[in-house]
């Protein structure tokens, strides 16, 4: 009986998960193909592999970005998380001082990456990230035009790799290793950090180090600029600001009557940011290009400004262990 039902069912499913794909808007599989550079038949032998997980659904629609500031800074800026970061940079500080070095991104922000994306790796995801794009990218209308071609890229990244389909786990959206990145910046921006040969972003902290420093190079971070400061908004018109997006300049900041912590150059571009308080009251941060390119890992806001802050929390620890062990500590400074 068991035989016969897989017999039957697996055909069955196969059938089901290319008809769900060919009913859905999602581009037609021939214009995927050539947007990925593989064969249709790699694309529909993915699809006839895949499985609809409805509990995907549900978890992208209530993400944790829908949490007020002081509850998701509750999840990452936590005593347990700051020392787990102390301790993956002491053991890989000279990978992490070398990527700092070779792509210009401070140290502590990659470690802060690799730690709000999977506390250090220990948490990169439980999902088959074929089921998950499939899910995405043929039975949720809303994002299916992203996720449609991020199916095509992993198929694309899977045979290169030699990986089979239902091999590879990662989180709910698709996303792998250590850093979490979806198939298309595994494909544009993972590195053979450690030279050797393979590109390993699950298992190999040289090259998910070394490749979450690329990422950052590729999307404009600035070396040695600032990230964001705190804003005292007083009468300003906040909530105009804040339509402004990265079209608002610190010029007119300044004119509206909000003040800085820092002087900052007038005629650089800005966004102003509003998080919520535990206390009902709001606290107001500019973002600068650097926090614009954290945003280019993850759009959420509260994921760049809980990034920031965990990267500075790790950054005073580890010079404070330097300084304690006699070993001199460079002054950290950045131009605002």
């Not at 694309?43 to 509990?55: E, G």
């Not at 544009?188 to 390993?200: K, Q, S």
């Not at 650097?290 to 010079?319: C, K, Q, W």
């Amino acid at each position: 009986m068991k035989d016969f039902l897989k017999r039957t069912i697996k055909p069955l499913l196969a059938t089901l998960a290319l008809s769900c794909a060919a009913n859905t808007n999602a581009a037609d599989l021939n214009e995927l193909a050539s947007f990925a550079k593989v064969p249709v038949e790699s694309l529909q032998d993915a699809l006839s592999q895949a499985v609809y997980q409805q509990k995907i659904i549900d978890a992208i629609t209530r993400p944790g970005e829908a949490k007020p500031w002081w509850q998701y800074r509750k999840i990452f800026i936590t005593v347990s998380r700051i020392q787990a970061g102390v301790n993956f940079y002491f053991e890989n500080e000279k990978i992490l001082l070398r990527a700092q070095n070779t792509y210009g991104i401070p140290a502590e922000i990659i470690c802060a990456i690799v730690g709000v994306e999977t506390l250090f790796g220990k948490n990169m995801g439980s999902w088959k990230v074929l089921d998950a794009l499939y899910t995405l990218g043929f039975n949720y209308p809303k994002r299916e035009a992203f996720f449609s071609k991020e199916f095509a890229r992993f198929v694309y990244l899977a045979n290169r790799e030699n990986w089979s389909y239902d091999s590879i786990k990662g989180s709910y959206a698709g996303a792998m290793g250590m850093g979490q990145f979806m198939p298309s910046a595994y494909i544009d921006y993972a590195v053979d950090f450690d030279g050797d040969g393979h590109i390993n972003l699950f298992t190999d902290k040289e090259d998910a180090i070394g490749s979450v420093a690329n990422y950052f190079k590729g999307h404009g971070w600035q070396t040695g600029r600032g990230i964001c400061y705190g804003v005292h908004p007083h009468n300003a018109n906040v909530d105009a600001l804040m339509k402004k997006q990265w079209d608002l300049t610190v010029e007119e900041l300044y004119a509206s009557g909000a003040t800085t912590k820092v002087n900052l150059s007038p005629n650089q571009k800005v966004r102003l940011f509003s998080y919520d308080l535990e206390n009902g009251s709001k606290s107001y941060v500019v973002g600068l290009n650097n926090f614009n390119t954290i945003m280019r890992y993850n759009t959420s806001p509260l994921y760049a400004r809980a990034v920031f802050e965990l990267s500075e929390f790790i950054a005073m620890n580890v010079d404070k262990i330097k300084r304690q062990r006699g070993i001199e500590v460079p002054h950290r400074s950045r131009i605002p």
